[in-house]
C-alpha cells in the first residue's frame, strides 16, 4: 500500500471542510486506499493549529472535538518517532519536519499545497506532489 504525508495545510483543511480534495484525501485514507505516515511534530501543529480562536470559533470545534481528531490520527496512521534531524533543506526550516517524516515512515509521496516544499519536486527520492495530483495517483491505483 502506498504511504503519504500530507502536510499539515492539507490535513487541516480535509479536517474543517468536507468539500474539495484534501478532504478526499482524508477520505481515502480512512477507507484505506493509502497508509497516512504522521510525526509527533506534525500531530502537535495540527492541534495548535486547530486551537486557534479564529478557527476553533469559524468552524465550531470544541476541544473534546480536536482531541478526537488527534486520537483518530494517532490511532490509525503510521506514528513515526520524530527523531531524525535532517540537514536544513526547504526554505522555511518548520518544513524540514515533513520531510524527516516522509524519510523515517519511508513514504512514497509528500503531500503539500506548500510552495515552499513543492519547489523542491523531490526530496531524497520522495516525489513532493499537490493535493489534486496524489487523488489523480490514487484514481489510477484502483
Same mark, same amino acid.
Given at each position: 500500500?502506498?504511504?503519504?504525508?500530507?502536510?499539515?495545510?492539507?490535513? /487541516?483543511?480535509?479536517?474543517?471542510?468536507?468539500?474539495?480534495?484534501?478532504?478526499?484525501?482524508?477520505?481515502?485514507?480512512?477507507?484505506?486506499?493509502?497508509?497516512? /505516515?504522521?510525526?509527533?511534530?506534525?500531530?502537535?501543529?495540527?492541534?495548535?493549529?486547530?486551537?486557534?480562536?479564529?478557527?476553533?470559533?469559524?468552524?465550531?470545534?470544541?476541544?473534546?472535538?480536536?482531541?478526537?481528531?488527534?486520537?483518530? +490520527?494517532?490511532?490509525?496512521? /503510521?506514528?513515526?518517532?520524530?527523531? +531524525?534531524?535532517?540537514?536544513?533543506?526547504?526554505?522555511?526550516?518548520?518544513?524540514?519536519?515533513?520531510?524527516?517524516?516522509?524519510?523515517?515512515?519511508?513514504?512514497?509521496?509528500?503531500?503539500?499545497?506548500?510552495?515552499? +516544499?513543492?519547489? +523542491?519536486?523531490?526530496?531524497?527520492?520522495?516525489?513532493?506532489?499537490?493535493?489534486?495530483?496524489?487523488?489523480? /495517483?490514487?484514481?489510477?491505483?484502483?
Amino acid at each position: 500500500m502506498r504511504r503519504a504525508v500530507l502536510d499539515t495545510n492539507v490535513i /487541516v483543511s480535509g479536517l474543517i471542510t468536507s468539500k474539495g480534495t484534501p478532504a478526499d484525501l482524508l477520505t481515502a485514507w480512512r477507507n484505506r486506499r493509502f497508509d497516512l /505516515v504522521i510525526g509527533p511534530a506534525i500531530l502537535q501543529e495540527i492541534e495548535r493549529v486547530l486551537r486557534l480562536p479564529r478557527i476553533t470559533k469559524a468552524y465550531r470545534l470544541a476541544p473534546q472535538d480536536i482531541s478526537g481528531l488527534v486520537e483518530l +490520527l494517532t490511532s490509525r496512521a /503510521v506514528l513515526t518517532p520524530g527523531r +531524525l534531524a535532517i540537514p536544513s533543506t526547504a526554505r522555511d526550516p518548520e518544513d524540514d519536519q515533513i520531510l524527516a517524516c516522509a524519510i523515517e515512515g519511508h513514504a512514497d509521496y509528500i503531500v503539500t499545497g506548500d510552495q515552499d +516544499l513543492l519547489i +523542491l519536486e523531490r526530496f531524497q527520492g520522495i516525489p513532493i506532489i499537490p493535493p489534486a495530483a496524489f487523488a489523480a /495517483v490514487l484514481r489510477t491505483a484502483r
